[in-house]
C-alpha cells in the first residue's frame, strides 16, 4: 500500500515533518478495521450449539413420556434421526448445520406431541359421542316403558 505523503511547514517552525493526507489515514482506518475484524472471526471457534441440543433432547423425552409414539410415531422418528445428525454435525465442526437440525428435532418432536394430543382427543370425543348415544337409547327406552 503506498501512501501519499505531503510536506507541510508549520507556520514559526522550520522543521519540515510528513504527514498523511486525510483521505490515505481514512482508507487505512478501513483497511485496519477490516483487517482486525476478519482476525477476530477466523480467532474463536464457532460453539456447539449446546441450548438447541437440550432443548430438542427435552422435547423427544416429553414425547416419550407421552406415549407420542402410539400415535404420532413417524414425527418422532424424524426427531430422532434429526437429533442424532445434528450430534454427528457437532463432531464433524458443522456448527451451523448442527444448530439447524438441533432446531427442527425440537420442532419435530412438538409437532408429534401435538398430533398425539389431537388423536387423543379424538378418541375421547368418539367415546363420548357413543356414551351420548347410549344414554339418549336408554331414555327413549325407558320413556317408552310407561
Do not use: W
Request: hydrophobic content about 40%; glycine content about 6%; overall charge positive.
Amino acid at each position: 500500500m503506498t501512501q501519499k505523503m505531503r510536506l507541510s511547514m508549520v507556520k514559526g517552525d522550520h522543521n519540515l515533518s510528513l504527514r498523511p493526507t486525510t483521505s490515505t489515514t481514512g482508507k487505512f482506518m478501513g483497511v485496519a478495521v477490516a483487517g482486525l475484524l476478519l482476525l477476530g472471526g477466523c480467532a474463536s471457534a464457532p460453539q456447539p450449539p449446546t441450548s438447541d441440543l437440550q432443548a430438542a433432547e427435552q422435547a423427544i423425552a416429553n414425547a416419550e413420556r407421552a406415549r407420542v409414539a402410539d400415535y404420532a410415531s413417524v414425527e418422532l422418528s424424524e426427531a430422532r434421526d434429526k437429533l442424532t445428525a445434528a450430534r454427528s454435525a457437532v463432531q464433524n465442526e458443522q456448527m451451523g448445520l448442527a444448530q439447524r437440525l438441533a432446531q427442527e428435532a425440537r420442532v419435530d418432536a412438538e409437532l408429534a406431541s401435538a398430533r398425539a394430543e389431537v388423536a387423543k382427543a379424538r378418541v375421547i370425543n368418539e367415546q363420548m359421542l357413543k356414551g351420548t348415544e347410549t344414554l339418549k337409547q336408554e331414555m327413549q327406552r325407558s320413556t317408552g316403558d310407561r
